[in-house]
């Protein structure tokens, strides 16, 4: 039996993902819960660069950062559900839809939760842009035809799994002022997370209300102090 080991934390987007993706094929695998505040010699050694969940390990070969991960997980275990198409170009489009949403939206993201009023509105109303952008760019490569229910076919594959980490998987109160999907405004981003929602193994591994809630708010109140001594 391969050895798999995933090094993460519960609240943690990035985490889920790895989650995700092992769950929808199947692989068993020993989760390893870390303290971020307090990170075992372990994480450390297998992630020394950025000291960062999450941290796959497989047959004691250490590998981070979601994104490489992910891939991994496709190349090493190829089976279905197939997380990158097998087509060229639609790997090279999912690669710069899931690199679009963690290089553009949630920096954005963070920095909603630093501010308030109209600093806050400001950085609210480019991530609307953003996400008309996501909607647009998705809409033509992935859904032109109508008649599937993810970006992977009739499977969940990469780029959903990103997506879903983002926007289906935290479900906060609301305090932080940051922009949520709108049926109005995002019809087929809706339609889409409400697919993956859906699924039993988002249902699994979606983290307990209360519980993130609680830490959204912590973490709501610690960028607003850190905002202001900056």
């Given at each position: 039996?391969?050895?798999?080991?995933?090094?993460?934390?519960?609240?943690?987007?990035?985490?889920?993902?790895?989650?995700?993706?092992?769950?929808?094929?199947?692989?068993?695998?020993?989760?390893?819960?870390?303290?971020?505040?307090?990170?075992?010699?372990?994480?450390?050694?297998?992630?020394?660069?950025?000291?960062?969940?999450?941290?796959?390990?497989?047959?004691?070969?250490?590998?981070?950062?979601?994104?490489?991960?992910?891939?991994?997980?496709?190349?090493?275990?190829?089976?279905?559900?197939?997380?990158?198409?097998?087509?060229?170009?639609?790997?090279?489009?999912?690669?710069?839809w899931t690199n679009f949403i963690?290089?553009?939206?949630?920096?954005?993201?963070?920095?909603?939760?630093?501010?308030?009023?109209?600093?806050?509105?400001?950085?609210?109303?480019?991530?609307?842009?953003?996400?008309?952008?996501?909607?647009?760019?998705?809409?033509?490569?992935?859904?032109?035809?109508?008649?599937?229910?993810?970006?992977?076919?009739?499977?969940?594959?990469?780029?959903?799994?990103?997506?879903?980490?983002?926007?289906?998987?935290?479900?906060?109160?609301?305090?932080?002022?940051?922009?949520?999907l709108e049926t109005d405004n995002?019809?087929?981003l809706c339609k889409w997370l409400?697919?993956?929602?859906?699924?039993?193994?988002?249902?699994?591994?979606?983290?307990?209300?209360?519980?993130?809630?609680?830490?959204?708010?912590?973490?709501?109140?610690?960028?607003?102090?850190?905002?202001?001594?900056?």
């Open positions: 039996m391969e050895e798999v080991k995933l090094y993460g934390m519960w609240a943690s987007l990035f985490t889920k993902r790895v989650e995700m993706a092992l769950k929808m094929k199947g692989i068993p695998y020993e989760y390893i819960e870390e303290d971020l505040m307090n990170k075992s010699e372990k994480l450390l050694s297998c992630n020394p660069v950025y000291k960062k969940v999450p941290v796959l390990v497989h047959h004691e070969k250490p590998m981070p950062e979601s994104l490489i991960i992910l891939e991994y997980i496709d190349e090493t275990w190829n089976c279905p559900p197939l997380l990158l198409p097998e087509d060229p170009f639609l790997r090279a489009k999912v690669r710069f963690d290089q553009q939206m949630i920096p954005l993201i963070r920095e909603i939760f630093k501010f308030e009023g109209e600093q806050q509105e400001k950085v609210v109303n480019e991530f609307s842009k953003m996400l008309r952008l996501l909607e647009e760019g998705v809409q033509k490569d992935f859904f032109s035809t109508g008649t599937v229910d993810f970006c992977g076919g009739e499977t969940p594959g990469l780029l959903d799994i990103v997506f879903c980490s983002v926007f289906g998987l935290h479900k906060g109160d609301g305090s932080s002022g940051a922009s949520e995002n019809p087929l409400n697919s993956l929602t859906d699924l039993p193994v988002v249902k699994e591994i979606s983290p307990p209300h209360e519980e993130f809630s609680a830490l959204l708010k912590q973490f709501r109140a610690i960028s607003l102090r850190s905002a202001a001594k900056a």
